[in-house]
């Protein structure tokens, strides 16, 4: 199942991608006589789900065209976003860096982010001058939890989605201590705008994580070839923090594209789905 946040005809949406289109939970709502929650993260703290794979029909319903929605974050407040640096090789080399043997992993305000197809506004030159934009597979996490063992790490996932990481890059070289200031900017920040539940992903593994850059590609590898794969990152950074319904884990970028004012820069993993920006 696909989940999708979005405007249409002047209000806010959610729904669930259907025979080209989206349903809106409100119609599936009223034509069902349910109450379920039109709100992404709501969905996963209450584990609506079930509730969803049974509805019938799509004649049931109007299916909404994706040409007609504006699509919008899955939701604002992500509880905590992780993010786990030089987790592919080819990243490490592209910044001259070594990979690290535990996930080189650090956090991310909510502040950071912006719309899915929005803009991303590259800061004042003396901020920074050497911006990378970079495409990675985010998990999900489903349930509150602690020190999970590998083989419960499965029931902690709610799915996956598509995410745009950010960097300013002569900030970071600076110092390392820096890697906070260096990720945190303002629109340095997205995900979405489709969250896919993790039953309709055979093998993550297999999954390719691309980044495009103008219409052209910068870089692309796949899953197996992280240093850390998703299951061990999830069960990983439990044995530190409790993690919670809606948390966001992105696992590394292959590499990065260098980006400037009127780029335009995409994270496209088959499967997941896409995510877009402009740069302005």
């Known amino acids: 199942m696909k989940f999708i946040r979005f405007t249409h ?50 004649s049931q319903y109007t299916v909404i065209p994706m040409e007609e929605v504006k699509p919008l974050l899955p939701y604002d407040v992500p509880p905590k976003i992780w993010c786990i640096g030089l987790n592919y090789k080819s990243h490490a080399e592209d910044i001259d860096a070594v990979q690290p043997d535990e996930p080189g992993s650090f956090m991310k305000p909510a502040s950071c982010m912006f719309e899915p197809g929005g803009n991303i506004v590259l800061p004042p030159p003396d901020v920074s001058n050497d911006v990378d934009a970079e495409g990675e597979l985010g998990v999900i996490i489903c349930k509150r939890c602690r ?31 820096y890697l906070t200031r260096a990720k945190s900017i303002d629109t340095f ?28 590609i910068c870089s692309r590898d796949f899953v197996r070839n992280m240093r850390h794969r998703p299951y061990e990152l999830v069960r990983f950074h439990s044995q530190f923090m409790t993690l919670y319904p809606g948390d966001i884990i992105s696992t590394g ?16 993993i088959e499967g997941v789905g896409t995510l877009q920006a402009r740069v302005t």
């Not at 996956?160 to 960097?167: A, H, I, V």
């Open 9 to 58: 005809k002047h209000g806010q949406h959610v729904g669930i991608l259907r025979g080209g289109g989206i349903v809106s939970i409100q119609e599936i709502n009223a034509k069902r006589k349910l109450s379920l929650p039109i709100d992404i993260l709501r969905i996963i703290e209450q584990n609506s789900v079930e509730q969803l794979r049974d509805i019938g029909d799509d």
């Open 147 to 177: 020190f999970l063992k590998a083989e419960e790490v499965k029931d902690a996932i709610f799915g996956y989605t598509t995410t745009l990481d950010l960097t300013a890059l002569d900030v970071l070289r600076k110092n390392p201590r």
């Open 189 to 216: 920040f997205s995900f979405g705008p489709v969250i896919v539940t993790a039953d309709e992903i055979a093998d993550v593994d297999s999954l390719e994580v691309i980044t495009e850059h103008n219409e052209g």
């Open 253 to 268: 970028c292959p590499k990065g594209a260098r980006i400037k004012q009127g780029d335009r820069v995409r994270a496209r």
